[in-house]
């Protein structure tokens, strides 16, 4: 282990794959790596993550870093505010500057249905403890003074659901931390493995086939976001998951304009800016189904044209760079964790557009229950169950913009 400081790698180069693992991790992602830390800590042993990319290729490194918990179910507020509190110290625990700020965040109104949707927002956060209330746009002036409130524009602000405690982090720094601390706790960091099979004997999967040779294992992770259907089906685990692509954008650098972080469901857009400088923008989720990673020219076009009737500002500004991620979108738009009819495979799955703020704590709760066989009762809600049983827990409209 001491090699690793010397050499001053953030974690071990691969070595060869084991011939078994106690625990296999597919996915190397922040939730996948959150697993692996937290597995770590509770020192479980010959644990590995495979991911078939480099770390933090998939939808980890792609997203718009925005964290908040101003969720509409209880149990969905519960759950985000916990991984928010857990964020909020990971920079200390994990020894690594994650450039978290926790700056505010603003979702506004541009109509009276909307005002009321977000008053009602307010009070349920407000029950379950978490800091959100009602603006009017006096209020949202102040705390986001660049922004054009004028009564002229085509949607004129009329308030917003402000919720302190919401923010943007660095998303690699998120994904390298827990990469590191996983390393440094014994875990095996497997980049460039894919998973492309699973042996099972009954109703337990025994071997992990991938494109370096078949492990055996005693439990597996699924935490492939956009690809765990796929996951899914290769061990006889059917997902109620369709997957989309989600875009965004950035623009130059910028001086520093922006210490808010602004949403408009109604604008179909949100905006944030880096401390590099640069404004990090995205919009609703793509309707159709794919695996294709590729931007597309509308998205560009409408993006911008509503960012400039909030921001006219940034007329001059040029745009950097645009990609594309993939999202596994729930029906009822909440996650889906815990245990799977395949009594050793796990899931991290259903995470939409809105997963990179929950990985500290799916990362904790899964690691629970990978090392004690119990949900915890946070991920209870949650389960791959719900969908037969017709418990849904409906985050629609409080997802993100798009929903
Ligand atoms: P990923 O990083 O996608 O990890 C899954 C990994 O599994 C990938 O690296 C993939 O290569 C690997 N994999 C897949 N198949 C295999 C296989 N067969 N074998 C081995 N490895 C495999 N969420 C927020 O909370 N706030 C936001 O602001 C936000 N903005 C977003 C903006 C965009 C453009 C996108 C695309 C998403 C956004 N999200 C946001 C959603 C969030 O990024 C995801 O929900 C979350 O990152 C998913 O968890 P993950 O990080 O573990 O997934
Ligand atoms: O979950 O807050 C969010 C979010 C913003 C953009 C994409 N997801």
Request: with cysteine; aromatic share 8%; proline share 4%.
């Amino acid at each position: 282990m001491r090699e690793i400081f010397r050499s001053g790698r953030m974690w071990r180069r691969r070595g060869d794959l084991r011939d078994s693992y106690d625990v296999v991790i597919v996915g190397g992602g922040a939730h996948g790596l959150a697993t692996a830390y937290y597995l770590g800590q509770l020192g479980v042993k010959k644990v590995a993550v495979l991911e078939k990319g480099y770390i933090g290729s998939g939808a980890a490194g792609r997203n718009t870093t925005i964290l908040r918990s101003n969720y509409k179910t209880p149990e969905g507020a519960r759950f985000y505010d916990a991984s928010i509190h857990m964020y909020e110290r990971l920079s200390q625990e994990l020894e690594f500057n994650l450039l978290f700020s926790q700056c505010g965040h603003l979702t506004l109104a541009h109509t009276d249905r909307a005002m009321f949707v977000m008053a009602n927002r307010a009070e349920v956060n407000r029950l379950h403890g978490i800091d959100s209330k009602l603006v009017d746009t006096a209020q949202v002036k102040r705390l986001c003074p660049p922004l054009n409130v004028s009564p002229d524009a085509t949607y004129p602000v009329m308030g917003a659901l402000y919720h302190p405690p919401g923010g943007i982090i660095r998303h690699d720094a998120v994904v390298w931390g827990y990469a590191r601390g996983a390393d440094r706790l014994g875990v095996e960091i497997h980049p460039y493995t894919e998973v492309t099979g699973f042996e099972r004997s009954g109703s337990r999967i025994t071997g992990v086939r991938t494109n370096r040779g078949t492990v055996r294992v005693g439990q597996v992770v699924n935490a492939t976001a956009g690809w765990s259907s796929l996951l899914g089906e290769m061990a006889g685990v059917e997902l109620p998951i369709t997957t989309h692509i989600l875009q965004a954008c950035v623009t130059e650098p910028v001086k520093p304009l922006l210490d808010v972080v602004i949403v408009s469901s109604q604008m179909h857009v949100y905006i944030s800016q880096s401390d590099r400088g640069e404004f990090v923008m995205g919009s609703e989720i793509e309707p159709w189904t794919t695996y294709r990673m590729q931007g597309t020219l509308n998205f560009l076009q409408d993006l911008t044209r509503h960012t400039l009737e909030l921001f006219p500002q940034l007329e001059h500004a040029r745009l950097l760079r645009s990609w594309a991620g993939l999202c596994d979108l729930s029906p009822d738009y909440s996650p889906i964790l815990g245990r799977t009819e395949v009594e050793n495979f796990h899931l991290s799955a259903g995470w939409g557009t809105y997963g990179f703020k929950a990985a500290p704590i799916v990362g904790r709760t899964l690691a629970d229950l990978v090392h004690t066989g119990k949900t915890p009762e946070l991920i209870a809600p949650f389960a791959l169950e719900r969908f037969y049983e017709d418990q849904l827990v409906s985050e629609l409209a409080a997802a993100a913009v798009s929903h």
